[in-house]
């Protein structure tokens, strides 16, 4: 089966500009996961959905975050404006509500902000 | 809330010898699991190994082996016969289930451990 599918790969975007990240789950994967990673640092939640509905965005930044997901099978990750501190990965993942052994990642989309 | 320490940032190892990563954990649940992930340089996360806290018997998954101690709090990773392609970050886990259905929730990870293979 196809993984977790991220896009883009890498992005390098000038601070202040608005971006977006794209997330396709594996299929019949019903929760969709955010994670930011910082250089050497482990992933950090920001957004879990079940479905089509977020169900835990506490540590998502409202202010300038934001994210969707369509009738419940791909996600939007957007951020604007972008600030410098917001270089990061991204990392997309996905389970079965009925997997109880973690869960299947992306590749992970490299954003610099200069 | 829970929390994840690797306290050692970088190991090296020889080639097929072994190897035993750290990680400790801090949590007032009883009921939680403890994965073990391997990130190269390709950025994708690859499950390496996972220990359900209620099993006492310690997993492996062939050269890969965990010895967890609960009352200890403790989940560390040995990896034998060491190959080139082991060369990664590996990021300790933890992750409390739902409730009621026991679904998967939020991973909280480590800082992680950068790991060389030297051949």
């Known amino acids: 089966e196809a993984g977790v599918v991220q896009s883009p790969r890498y992005k390098i975007i000038e601070k202040k500009q608005p971006v977006a990240f794209w997330c396709n789950p594996i299929?019949?994967?019903?929760?969709l996961y955010w994670y930011r990673q910082n250089l050497g640092q482990g992933p950090e939640l920001l957004i879990r959905y079940e479905n089509e509905e977020a169900v835990d965005d506490s540590q998502l930044p409202k202010d300038r975050f934001s994210a969707e997901r369509l009738k419940g099978v791909d996600s939007t990750l957007k951020i604007q404006p972008a600030e410098l501190g917001d270089s990061a990965v991204y990392l997309c993942?996905?389970?079965?509500?009925?997997?109880?052994?973690?869960?299947?990642f992306g590749s992970g989309t490299r954003l610099t902000v200069v | 809330a829970q929390t994840v320490t690797q306290s050692q940032p970088e190991m090296s190892v020889q080639e097929a010898e072994t190897v035993t990563l750290s990680c400790t954990y801090d949590t007032s649940e009883n009921n939680y699991y403890l994965f073990w992930y391997k990130q190269p340089p390709s950025r994708q996360m690859i499950l390496v190994i996972r220990q359900e806290a209620y099993k006492q018997q310690n997993a492996t998954e062939n050269r890969f082996s965990v010895n967890f101690q609960k009352a200890a709090k403790s989940f560390s990773l040995k990896i034998s016969d060491s190959q080139l392609g082991d060369t990664a970050m590996y990021f300790c886990a933890f992750m409390k289930p739902h409730l009621y259905t026991g679904a998967n929730s939020k991973l909280t990870f480590g800082k992680g451990i950068t790991l060389s293979v030297r051949p």
């Open positions: 993942a996905s389970s079965s509500r009925q997997g109880r052994h973690g869960y299947t």
């Open positions: 299929s019949g994967h019903n929760t």
